[in-house]
């Protein structure tokens, strides 16, 4: 039994999508480029976010103006990629669940908007196979190492594909650790202050394997975070 891409059905036992024997991704257009879909909504996110949030960003010279580059951020809450985006001067493009494009209008939004679906339980080729077309693009790669939301409880123990991608296209890492967002609306009618920090680019070298380089940016993740966020990696390694 196959789940059709434009439609989940839903049941208990069956919280994750499986490859469907009839993907469709393969014959979709997926923008490798800034679309004037993305400019407008971004235009327009900017100026509806800015009446809720007050955005303070660091380090926003550690951002290459031009090149491909991998960019790994925490994962506090399911909106996680809007405050990155808004931070970042560049597009990003990223991966997000299957789930979230099983609508064409929708499919359609999110592709315009540098979205891409990734089918989670078993190894995604197609999604790794796009990541790299958009890295060799000279493009922004976006992913959230830890694969899933920690919901404000500190960051979780991270997957390594942002590292093994950043290996394998030989390009650098661009850490963005984001704190507040997980308040958004809480402080209303104050605006949430969101705390958005780029760390220094961590360029990958030959002697780093996808799981040595996974925690060198989980620790330096962690250390622009709050303690109470920095979870796993609260505890820096000595030597590091």
């Keep these: 039994m196959y789940y059709s891409p434009l439609y989940i059905h839903l049941r208990p036992n069956m919280p994750r999508l499986e490859l469907p024997e009839n993907d469709i991704r393969p014959k979709l257009h997926y923008p490798l480029c800034e679309t004037g879909v993305h400019k407008f909504i971004v235009w327009l996110a900017r100026a509806v976010f800015k009446l809720f949030m007050d955005m303070r960003i660091r ?23 809007f405050p990155v985006q808004l931070a970042l001067p560049r597009m990003i493009f990223y991966m997000g669940k299957a789930e979230l494009f099983q609508i064409r209008p929708v499919h359609w939004l999110f592709r315009q908007l540098g979205g891409f679906p990734v089918y989670r339980g078993e190894r995604d080729a197609w999604a790794m196979e796009h990541a790299e077309k958009v890295l060799a693009a000279g493009q922004i790669v976006a992913m959230f190492p830890e694969g ?13 594909g942002a590292a093994k991608l950043a290996l394998e296209m030989n390009c650098p890492i661009v850490i963005v650790s984001v704190d507040g967002i997980q308040d958004l609306f809480k402080t209303f009618p104050r605006r949430t202050v969101v705390n958005v920090v780029i760390a220094p680019l961590i ?4 002697d780093d394997s996808p799981l040595s380089l996974t925690d060198t940016m989980m620790v330096t993740m962690a250390q622009n975070l709050p303690e109470d966020l920095r979870g796993v990696y609260g505890e820096l390694p000595k030597g590091f």
């Design 59 to 81: 380090g926003l010279e550690n951002l290459p103006s031009t090149g491909a580059a991998v960019v790994a951020a925490n994962h506090l809450v399911m909106f996680d990629v």
């Design 148 to 160: 899933t939301r920690s919901k404000g409880k500190g960051l979780a123990l991270a997957k390594p």
């Design 203 to 206: 360029v990958p070298t030959p």
